[in-house]
């Protein structure tokens, strides 16, 4: 197989990984311990956690946008009434209608952040004093 297709198929595995941490993370997010927002904070720290890992473990950045938009369409489809006006995801008790608010911004801001965090990888490595004893003693 080339390398075209290999990275499509990348893309593809990346948005389908991403759709189903979008379907738990928006059938968990209203999980509440006494006023903690525990599901909210666990979706978002799975969430941040595997589009960290697209980008690192492959080096594109086209990954981390596949994950983060597989992360966001199942979070929209996945918030709306369906065909008989019922929704998946119920609606929030009274004093708690940010938690799903936040939810919805956290999958589209952890993409944008992730995928165009700049890459240092390119940057040169710093010298330190043993590499220039090194340096030193090598050119004696």
């Known amino acids: 197989m080339s390398s075209g297709i290999l990275r499509i198929v990348g893309w593809v595995v990346a948005l389908l990984i991403g759709a189903f941490y979008g379907v738990a993370g928006t059938i968990g ?3 509440r311990l006494g006023p903690v927002p525990l599901g909210l904070l666990l979706a978002t720290l799975g ?3 595997l589009l960290v890992a697209l980008r690192t ?3 594109d950045r086209v990954n981390a946008l596949a994950g983060g938009l597989g992360i966001s369409l199942a979070t929209y489809v996945f ?4 065909l008989g006006g019922s929704a998946i995801v119920a609606a929030p008790s009274p004093g708690m209608e ?6 919805t911004v956290v ?3 952890l993409m944008v952040f992730v995928a165009f965090w700049p890459s240092f ?4 490595q710093g ?4 590499d220039e004893a090194r340096a030193a003693a090598h050119v004696r």
């Open 79 to 82: 918030s709306q009434p369906g």
């Open 107 to 109: 999958g589209p801001a």
């Open 29 to 31: 997010q209203a999980f």
């Open 98 to 103: 940010w938690i799903p608010v936040v939810w």
């Open 121 to 124: 990888s390119h940057l040169p």
């Open 57 to 59: 473990l492959t080096g």
């Open 127 to 130: 010298t330190t004093e043993s």
């Open 47 to 49: 969430s941040a956690a």
